[in-house]
């Protein structure tokens, strides 16, 4: 019944309770390399089935059985874009072009054809280039003219008058009349040749009555922002500015629309065509520009149709705005739904790739809440409002229209878990029932028919009354004539039946407008009950949501506290990791001085130890020396007891072989003899002492000549020695026992301590027989083999080129001593030898002593070589040089000890040593048979005065 007037929108709940599942199709799309293995397989031309690859059967050990899933229809890899078009997305334009809504989106994996089957490609348009196309092949003839509509920023739409969509024209062409000319301008190879004529569609039934125009925005959904793909904004090559999201708003009627979204008016297929693939392009630039991935964006293509009815004369549009009616029909190519970790996503990525996700899920989630609201008859809360997608398409689903999708799957056995998925998903799509959308005829075109129909249309309008009024025939003239008057009369009666009739008619017409009005008023009636119900639900959602944010709010605070506690614990930790950290460092440098020290220690305990070792070594030899030394001393004692008990031995002989009266003499030296040993052995000779405050001018010159007859120290025998003093000793006992007095006598005149000295010499001389012994002026003595050899037979000292023998015995121990004697050309020998002191005319011996406070000293004792006249080699001591380290602390004390000590023994072996040493010297003589030397070693002690 298309009489009476409808209301230009119908009510958000329809008055019809008719609703249609929402169509799912399957589209299989052709493996991309024929020997890949295939998981899916086309059983009919309404289901499929769905195997599990070996791999996985095996690891799940054949768990998954094969699963059949069924669709409104089931394309297989042969379909061509066209039966697709014809069979899912025609219906959707038909349903447009007659003012019902659709919706028709693409949902699959990554690479399962979902792009191929929106858009298609050159040769092989996809649906949204089909749709372009069948619109424009249907209602191209009645499109009105550019800018007769014009949408307002409501998601509404206007209709301009004549002189203005002229001047807005005229603007535009003004504007962009060079780049702007589609029609004229071949177009981008990249989506030319689409759509070949053939193919194409035209829908059916179409209002020639209306004129029509077509709108086009193309939006992009990513990571949940709507960016505006149309949107002309001045391009700035040097900054180019981000896009800028869109938001959502509802429009009077509760649609959803993307606020501030660019329209742009298309009058053809090729236009429009080309202002998509200007989106397209847009969104390709963003993407590589921000480094995105379009499979992780949503791609919504709107195409709007707005129909309004012409006026009376049937040019131009009507001007009324109640009057235009917009459908319009959503394309959309969803980002693929595979899960995140599927595409790898690092970082901001996978913050992107949850949020695409999320919108999936949301998706999902919306459709199976309607599906249980439908089914269970439950009343749950569907959140749309969860993400931008399905906010956008929200009033498909509660309000009405035509929802479509097509599934798209790659067969391959990769893809299989990911398709399982989106086949669970598809099958519970297609139980979600929407509200069919109503015919809804347009005004415009009942007002033709009832001015065609010359029909009133409002009874209270005074023009259409008139009109009526003017419709009825004008009564005849009825001045009666007489009562017979046969014409007038059934003329009048005529003319009143047909006005009769006529009213009849109108009471008739009235009533069923009345009636017709009633039935509205009730049906706005029932639409202001269900809108006042309406309004109360959202009431009631908005408590809960108020409720819902009370809670969320509290929930913050308690996070909000919870999180300062945690801060203040944090402060506390790092505080006290501070502390550790600086008692760390402390303890550290502590320990690193220590090592020092440790290091320190441990090189001075090192130093210490080769100083000991030192020490300990140099005390060894000094004992060593020491212990030689008195080996020595102790031998020659014994040697000199053995000679007296010789001696005694003899004597007591003679007296037995010759007499009482014979033996009288002897008896006297024998006596002497007796003493002197004893004297020796008991005190010690005060000699030293004095010889050490003396100037070392103690000279004694000896003849170094090897003597084969004269008996090496080591081999003295008992019996050489009597044989010797019985051959020397008996002059020189007598010379001894008279010559003293004399010698006495003629040292008389010299000071103390020479005389003593003197003494000393002459007692030294005693035993040497052959040697004459003369005291010079200078006090020296010398001891001579044969006759003396004058000074004047010194060696020239001419040219200062003084040559010395430089005797260091191998026994001297190396000492730290500062000044070290430093004789330049000299003859270094270990034993003085003729030859070295034949080249020479000087002589120094290096002789090492313990000194009075046990420290090593070493003597330089000089003499001068002589030429004797037998042809050797004489040495006159001249001088004693004393070199001497001391220690600071004990030099004092241990030298008072030596002095105070009772019987000066350490000045005897002091003594003794040089005597010692010396006499080795003069053993070592030649010339003479019978050695001073030798003799010097028996009589030490009686130089003392
Ligand atoms: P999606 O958009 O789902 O990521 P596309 O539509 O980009 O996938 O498809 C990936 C590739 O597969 C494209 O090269 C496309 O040409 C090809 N393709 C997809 N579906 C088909 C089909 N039905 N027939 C032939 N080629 C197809
Ligand atoms: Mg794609």
């Known amino acids: 019944n298309k009489s009476g007037k409808t209301p230009r929108r119908p009510p958000k709940k329809p008055s019809n ?39 996985l059967k095996a690891n799940r050990n054949g768990e998954f059985k094969e699963t059949q899933y069924s669709f409104k229809k089931v394309f297989g890899i042969k379909t061509t874009q066209r039966e697709l078009f014809a069979d899912v997305a025609k219906p959707l334009v038909e349903d447009l072009i007659h003012c019902k809504n659709g919706l028709l989106f693409t949902y699959g994996v990554t690479g399962s054809g979902k792009t191929y089957t929106m858009t298609g490609s050159p040769g092989q348009g996809g649906l949204l280039p089909r749709s372009l196309d069948m619109i424009f092949n249907s209602i191209g003839p009645y499109q009105a003219k550019r800018y007769v509509f014009k949408p307002d920023d409501k998601n509404g739409m206007e209709v301009q008058n ?19 000319t589609p029609t004229t301008r071949r177009i981008d190879p990249e989506f030319a040749d689409m759509i070949s004529p053939e193919e194409a569609c035209k829908a059916g039934e179409v209002d020639e009555d209306s004129s029509y125009s077509v709108f086009v925005s193309y939006i992009e959904i990513y990571n949940n922002y709507i960016y505006d793909l149309l949107e002309e904004t001045p391009f700035d090559p040097i900054k180019p500015k981000p896009p800028q999201s869109k938001i959502l708003r509802e429009d009077q009627n509760h649609n959803m629309y993307v606020a501030g979204c660019t329209e742009v008016e298309v009058k053809s297929t090729e236009e429009a065509f080309e202002v998509f693939w200007r989106g397209q392009k847009k969104r390709r630039i963003a993407n590589t520009q921000l480094n995105r991935e379009s499979s992780r964006s949503h791609s919504v293509f709107i195409i709007k149709l707005a129909q309004a009815p012409l006026d009376a004369d049937g040019d131009n549009v009507l001007q009324d705005k109640s009057q235009v009616n917009v459908s319009q029909l959503c394309l959309v190519d969803l980002a693929g739904s595979e899960r995140t970790s599927r595409t790898r ?9 949850g949020n695409i996700n999320q919108s999936l899920m949301t998706l999902r989630t919306c459709i199976e809440v309607l599906r249980e609201n439908q089914m269970c008859g439950t009343n749950k809360m569907v959140p749309y409002r969860d993400s931008k997608v399905t906010h956008l398409f929200k009033n498909y689903f509660d309000g009405e229209g035509k929802v479509r999708m097509v599934v798209c799957v790659n067969p391959k056995a990769d893809d299989y878990e990911e398709t399982l998925l989106v086949m669970r998903f ?16 347009i005004c415009g075109f009942l007002t033709h028919r009832l001015e065609e129909r010359g029909g009133p249309v409002d009874g209270e309008s005074p023009t259409v009354l008139n009109q009526l009024l003017q419709s009825f025939h004008p009564l005849p003239p009825c001045e009666i004539s007489g009562p017979n008057d046969d014409v007038t009369l059934p003329r ?11 009213r009849k008619l109108m009471v008739e017409e009235y009533n069923k407008t009345a009636n017709m009005l009633k039935s509205v008023l009730q049906e706005q009636d029932s639409n202001l009950l269900s809108k006042e119900n309406f309004i109360q639900e959202q009431r009631g959602r908005l408590g809960e949501k108020d409720k819902m944010i009370q809670n969320q709010k509290n929930e913050i605070d308690r996070l909000e506290k919870k999180s300062k506690m945690l801060e203040y614990k944090i402060d506390i930790l790092q505080k006290t990791t501070n502390i550790y950290e600086e008692d760390k460092r402390s303890l550290q440098h502590e320990l690193e001085s220590r090592e020092q020290r440790l290091q320190r220690e441990m090189s001075e305990k090192r130093r210490m130890e080769t100083r000991m070792q030192g020490i300990v070594t140099d005390a060894k030899l000094k004992w060593e020396k020491e212990c030689e030394r008195r080996v020595n001393a102790k031998q020659l004692e014994m040697q ?25 003499q002897p008896q006297r030296p024998s006596r002497e003899k007796d003493k002197v040993p004893a004297k020796r052995s008991v ?12 100037e070392p001018i103690y000279n004694f010159s000896q003849t170094v000549r090897p003597d084969p007859h004269f008996p090496r120290p080591g081999s003295v025998s008992v019996a050489s020695c009597i044989s010797e003093w019985e051959q020397g000793v008996p002059h020189s006992r007598r010379q001894g026992s008279q010559s003293p007095p004399d010698s006495r006598k003629r040292a008389q005149g010299l000071p103390d301590s020479l005389r003593r000295r003197r003494g000393r010499c002459w007692a030294r001389e005693v035993p040497v027989q052959p040697a004459e012994v003369d005291l010079e002026e200078t006090g020296h003595w010398v001891s001579r083999t044969g006759p003396l050899v004058r000074p004047l037979h010194r060696r020239s000292h001419s040219a200062g080129g003084e040559r010395w023998v430089d005797h260091k015995p191998t026994t001297n121990v190396d000492l730290d001593t500062v000044l070290q004697p430093n004789i330049p050309n000299a003859i270094k020998v270990n034993a003085p030898n003729e030859k070295a002191l034949s080249k020479c005319d000087k002589y120094v011996l290096t002789h090492q002593e313990f000194a009075s406070d046990g420290e090593i000293q070493t003597k330089l004792i000089k003499g001068e070589v002589f030429k004797t006249r037998g042809g050797g080699q004489a040495v006159q001591f001249t001088d004693i040089e004393t070199l001497k380290q001391e220690n600071p602390v004990a030099a004092s004390r241990k030298r008072r000890s030596s002095e105070t000590g009772p019987d000066g023994e350490p000045m005897e072996r002091n003594w003794t040593n040089v005597e010692t040493r010396c006499s080795v010297a003069v053993e ?19 130089r003392k005065p």
Not at 432 to 440: L, N, Y
């Open 17 to 55: 309770n008719q609703k249609d599942p929402v169509g799912v199709y399957c589209r299989v799309r052709p493996l991309g390399a024929e020997d890949e293995e295939c998981c899916i397989e086309v059983i009919s031309n309404t289901t499929i089935q769905l195997h599990a690859p070996d791999g």
């Open 492 to 502: 009048l009666i005529d003319a009143l039946e047909k006005r009769h009739k006529i």
């Open 345 to 353: 996503a690092e970082g901001n990525r996978l913050r992107e790739a």
């Open 683 to 694: 005190s010690p000779s005060p000699v030293p002492s004095s010889l050490s405050s003396l």
């Open 426 to 441: 598809a099958e519970m799509t297609q139980e979600v029932e929407v509200a069919r959308p109503v015919d809804r005829p």
């Open 162 to 180: 004549q002189v203005d969509a002229l001047l807005d024209r005229q603007k535009r062409d003004s504007q962009t009349s060079v780049p702007k």
């Open 640 to 664: 000199n007891k053995l000679w007296v008990k010789d001696e005694k031995l003899k004597q007591l002989k003679a007296i037995v072989t010759e007499g009482k009266t014979e033996n009288r």
């Open 924 to 942: 070592m003589r030649a010339g003479s048979n019978l050695g001073p030397g030798y003799q010097h070693h028996g009589y030490p002690k009686r």
